[in-house]
């Protein structure tokens, strides 16, 4: 739930952004390896914001996957060992 809420006020920065970035029509140019083009400044500033978060938001689901699969693992395992010390006879001392 946490996470939902995060995205959320970021969707709202992301669009209150592009409110605010309508109103500048100042064209830049960027330049590519093999090409150059002049795009609005709003749009550039958008685009690159909303490639940087869903980069990093597929980054963290990569990383949170991996740690809950580990996780399941481990806990396989930790099962798995106290299933063997349950099933180990128990010796008596003889005094």
Sequence with gaps: MKSFIITVVVALLFFLALMFGARNDQVVTISYFVAQGEYRL???LATVFLSGFIISWLMAFYHITRMRLALRRKNKQLAELENQLLH???KENEA
């Design 42 to 44: 709003p749009v550039v």
């Design 88 to 90: 180990v006879p128990v």
